[in-house]
């Protein structure tokens, strides 16, 4: 019940196109679910993050799309540049003790010129 | 302000000896967590501190990993009698900020390669 499944596992798309990275949950006590871009050797930083009061969240090229009753998220990536090239975490936590974060095993994108 | 530094970068062990893994969190953030990251794999939690509180220790896996936090800053992860299967990214994030005490950020990670 603590997992979150994450897929593709890779994704290669052309500049200017758009990658959908999915992901889905089981425990309905999840109340944050944030999205991580991490560039090789480098920690994992902060993309974009939605509460499940909203279905959808967008900050720039970057939007999020919330789907409570089928309990799943995805992360969509407009007009995708080859500098969007990296590894993409989804990740849930429960509002408590501790937030800490449930990471699904990430997306590799490639985003070819 | 400076972000999560870590120390060393890289760390390089023979099977059986102890490491020590350093985290200066983000100056005022109250929450530290340690997270390990193996090749290929998510982020896998080990273990959070929050202020003067118990820490939770539940993603430790083993009496092998300990941690500890001085002062509400500084945190060391120690991995005693290590074993190649040790071998990760070990990521150390703060969170606590005004803004959002959701939003951990991370430090850039210790690679630890036992051989």
């Known amino acids: 019940q603590q997992q979150v499944k994450q897929s593709p596992q890779s994704l290669i798309v052309q500049k200017g196109g758009i990658p959908i990275i999915n992901c889905a949950y089981e425990?309905?006590?999840?109340?944050?679910f944030p999205w991580y871009q991490q560039f090789p050797g480098k920690g994992p930083a902060l993309l974009i993050a939605?509460?499940?009061?909203?279905s959808e969240k967008k900050e720039g090229r970057f939007t999020i799309s919330f789907n409570k009753s089928a309990k799943q998220f995805s992360l969509h990536i407009m007009d995708s540049q080859p500098g969007d090239s990296a590894t993409y975490f989804c990740?849930?936590?429960?509002?408590?003790?501790?937030?800490?974060?449930?990471f699904g095993t990430g997306t590799l994108l490639a985003v070819q010129p | 302000g400076a972000g999560v530094s870590q120390s060393p970068s890289n760390k390089v062990t023979e099977k059986g000896k102890d490491v020590e893994l350093r985290c200066d969190p983000i100056?005022?953030?109250?929450?530290l967590y340690w997270y390990r990251q193996s090749l290929g794999q998510g982020l896998e939690f080990l273990i959070y501190?929050?202020?003067?509180?118990?820490?939770?220790k539940s993603g430790l896996p083993s009496d092998r990993f300990s941690a500890e936090r001085t002062g509400g800053s500084v945190s060391t992860l120690t991995i005693q009698r290590t074993q190649q299967e040790d071998s990760a990214v070990y990521l150390c994030?703060?969170?606590?900020?005004?803004?959002?005490?959701?939003?951990?950020?991370f430090g850039p990670g210790t690679r630890l390669t036992v051989t």
């Open positions: 100056s005022g953030h109250t929450a």
């Open positions: 425990n309905t006590a999840f109340d944050y």
């Open positions: 990740a849930a936590s429960m509002r408590g003790a501790t937030n800490k974060l449930i």
């Open positions: 994030a703060s969170s606590g900020g005004l803004a959002d005490a959701s939003v951990q950020y």
């Open positions: 501190f929050q202020g003067n509180s118990a820490p939770d």
């Open positions: 939605i509460r499940p009061d909203v």
